[in-house]
């Protein structure tokens, strides 16, 4: 009992001297607990000490190596130059128009404006705003988003000396920018600052410098502008061409009315000052745009091309990086493109509405020689709608080499002589083709079929080689369809919706894809620029993206059947003495529903087309109206090839005059040719009126003559009877030559067909 009442004594001595589980007693768990605490916060803030000298450092290692800074840099413009072929300067954006302000000119109204919308602590920080920069950091991660942290001073740093590429933001120039900004805030006054900021920015059109833009836009310095126009020009350098009044208005005043809120943030206004300048029209005191100089018009949609492809190549800006920009332009040849559109001189137009677009494609590089997206552009429209980058229109019957003969003499092994059969046709639908005059011609050969533009031997074609391969063909030349259809065969129509920047077929595409005919079946994407200097002196060439699309020998074979096309068939009226060429026509169709809108039935189309090629010149041509329900009639539609055998009688002033070399695995039976161990194919079966010599599929029988077939002994093709709307007539036993005309237009159609393609509905891709 005593050893027990002990044992309990010793328990009760213990837990009185601190052993309670409430006690802090040398040996409990809170004080470890504490200690455990103690030494992770002591351990976080070594890492943090750590991270922050290591950021120090490397912030140290980065700001090092950050330019000196250079007044010159700081009030120059950083305008970019284009050159031509021969590196002459044939655009300077921006440098012509600034006009500088000094810094006790610049209106309070301005200084308000600006610094409440870019930077509103601008006079309390030191170039660098911690606060702004937490501040955009927390926001970002809050919202996904990507504002910035810069400060106005950072901004001038970098209009100044870096390139504002996005993908150079890097970590390193954005330590070598707020070292530089810290470093200008020593030596220049805010409102020295401020005014180089207002004096370098790029505010749209070419212009640099907000009293620049207060002159051009409203006619006034910037001390009489009013509240509604210096807040517009205060919003506009965040995205110059996006707040582009003339261009977009409705964004230009959404940013203008943002600035206007944000002076009302910051005390700078009231609110029935903000409120009477919102309600102001941005048009208010905008003057017309300035007109261009001629030399500018000439060259106006080879620079928006250029400035697209700068962009899409390099990620520069070309009003804001100083680039030297050497272009593929022959400023000879866009002269005379301009005034062979832009002048009665050349070429007859039917009233000056009619547009042209047309490109000129150097066929061994791909490079852009020349282009003219429009014509009679007004003197106070610069950057104008380019329509030969424009994909929407119809390119018509120029679609069938690239679509339906190509394919078939790549992937079938046609020869130029593979009987076809021009009768009754339908789509899968059943909804018939049907030809330009109506007729049917029975056998004939792929030769023939190509030189009267028929739509129904092209359509069977393009069954045969499937779409697929059809697609792929087409794929290798450029050109991509996000839905294919039969219709295609005939047309380069579109399903509705489909985006028309990256689908379908356009001048430049067309020219480039005929300049792989031309080139033994190698294509090179088109280019306009070829080299880029950049400010520090760096430069980065651009090769040609070259590929074969197809066979030399389709290439080949293609093209000589495409001779013909011009010396006997549709596309006469591009003929030139003496020059070897070869082309084709293309002429789009109107839906029964169009036409009674138009209140026209026959001979009038929306679209015409022609391309055509030598040795070293692609050139493709096309004509129509902005509002495609305004037609072009019958006596026009050889529009399109006047334009391409002026401008290519000037291009081949100066070059040789060669003919394409017959490729190895070809040989010419009589006026055919045919691949060489290629199993599908046939020697040409003659009925009636297309009788000629015999010929065999014999190679000893072969020539190594390259020309075409015109001078063999078949019946000339003759110029076409006039067009129908009557139904087709049934075929007569003899058939009788394919009629023909300088295009090859045909009846009232849907716009999905061509040259006489005539689907019942109004879809313009599908026939049904």
Do not use: C
């Amino acid at each position: 009992m005593s050893s027990e009442l002990g044992t309990r004594s010793q328990k009760h001595s213990h837990f009185s001297a601190g052993s309670a589980p409430t006690g802090s007693g040398s040996n409990g768990q809170p004080k470890k607990k504490k200690n455990i605490f103690i030494r992770i916060l002591i351990v976080l803030v070594s890492l943090g000490f750590t991270a922050l000298l290591g950021g120090a450092i490397l912030f140290w290692f980065y700001a090092k190596d950050a330019p000196d800074l250079d007044d010159d840099r700081l009030s120059d413009t950083v305008s970019s130059k284009l050159y031509d072929i021969n590196n002459n300067v044939f655009e300077e954006l921006g440098s012509e128009k600034r006009e500088l302000i000094q810094p006790n000119d610049v209106p309070q109204l301005l200084k308000d404006a600006v610094v409440s919308v870019e930077d509103k602590r601008f006079y309390k920080h030191n170039g660098v705003d911690p606060i702004r920069i937490i501040g955009s950091a927390f926001s970002n991660f809050k919202t996904g988003g990507l504002q910035g942290g810069s400060t106005l001073t950072q901004q001038l740093i970098k209009l100044s000396f870096f390139s504002t590429k996005e993908s150079d933001q890097t970590l390193k120039r954005k330590a070598q920018e707020a070292w530089m900004a810290v470093k200008l805030e020593r030596e220049k006054s805010k409102d020295e600052i401020l005014t180089y900021y207002i004096n370098k920015v790029y505010m749209a059109n070419g212009l640099y410098g907000m009293q620049t833009a207060a002159e051009t836009y409203f006619g006034k310095p910037l001390s009489e502008l009013n509240l509604p126009q210096t807040a517009m020009l205060a919003g506009m350098p965040q995205a110059p061409n996006d707040y582009d009044p003339y261009v977009h208005p409705d964004l230009a005043k959404e940013r203008r009315d943002v600035v206007l809120y944000t002076m009302k943030e910051n005390d700078k206004i009231s609110t029935a000052e903000y409120e009477q300048a919102k309600a102001a029209p941005i048009e208010d005191g905008l003057l017309p745009q300035s007109e261009s100089s001629d030399e500018r018009k000439i060259v106006d949609n080879y620079v928006t091309a250029v400035i697209a492809e700068v962009e899409e190549k390099t990620g520069k800006n070309v009003y804001t990086d100083g680039l030297d920009i050497y272009t593929n332009l022959d400023m000879e040849a866009q002269k005379k493109l301009f005034d062979i559109i832009n002048t009665e001189e050349y070429v007859a137009y039917p009233d000056e509405n009619m547009q042209v677009a047309s490109t000129v494609v150097d066929v061994q590089t791909g490079q852009v020689r020349a282009q003219i997206g429009r014509r009679n552009v007004p003197d106070d429209v610069q950057r104008a709608e380019n329509l030969a980058t424009n994909n929407r229109r119809d390119m018509a019957s120029t679609m069938k080499p690239l679509i339906d003969y190509g394919p078939a003499i790549e992937y079938l092994d046609y020869s130029t002589g593979k009987i076809m059969y021009d009768q009754p046709t339908t789509y899968t639908d059943k909804t018939p083709v049907y030809n330009a005059d109506l007729q049917y011609y029975g056998a004939l050969t792929m030769r023939r079929a190509i030189m009267g533009s028929r739509n129904t031997t092209a359509v069977q074609t393009f069954n045969a080689v499937g779409k697929d391969k059809a697609g792929e063909f087409l794929k290798n030349l450029g050109i991509e369809f996000k839905t294919l259809n039969e219709a295609n065969a005939i047309s380069s129509n579109m399903n509705e919706g489909e985006d028309a920047k990256e689908y379908g077929v356009s001048s430049l595409k067309l020219a480039s894809a005929y300049a792989a005919f031309a080139n033994g079946g190698m294509y090179n994407k088109p280019s306009y620029i070829h080299k880029v200097v950049y400010q520090d002196d760096s430069e980065e060439e651009f090769a040609p993206e070259s590929k074969r699309a197809m066979k030399e020998s389709t290439a080949y074979m293609m093209t000589d059947m495409l001779k013909d096309v011009i010396n006997g068939g549709t596309a006469f009226n591009a003929g030139i003495d003496g020059l070897i060429q070869a082309g084709k026509t293309g002429t789009a169709n109107y839906t029964d529903a169009d036409l009674e809108k138009i209140g026209i039935y026959s001979n009038i189309a929306p679209d015409s087309t022609f391309v055509g090629y030598t040795t070293h010149y692609a050139v493709s041509v096309w004509t129509g109206y902005d509002d495609r329900l305004t037609p072009i009639h019958s006596e026009y539609w050889g529009t399109a090839s006047d334009v391409y055998r002026e401008m290519m009688t000037y291009l081949s002033q100066n070059v040789s005059n060669d003919d394409w070399v017959m490729p190895d695995d070809v040989v010419r039976i009589g006026a055919e040719l045919y691949v060489k161990g290629a199993t599908n194919q046939q020697a040409p079966v003659y009925t009636s009126s297309y009788s000629t010599e015999s010929s065999t599929t014999s190679e000893s029988s072969s020539t190594t003559d390259s020309t075409s077939s015109t001078s063999t002994s078949e019946a000339p093709v003759v110029p076409p009877t006039e067009t129908s709307t009557q139904e087709p007539p049934t075929q007569t036993s003899e058939p009788t030559p394919p009629t023909t005309d300088s295009s090859d237009v045909t009846p009232p159609v849907t716009p999905g067909g061509g040259d006489g393609e005539n689907a019942e509905n109004d879809n313009p891709a599908a026939p049904g």
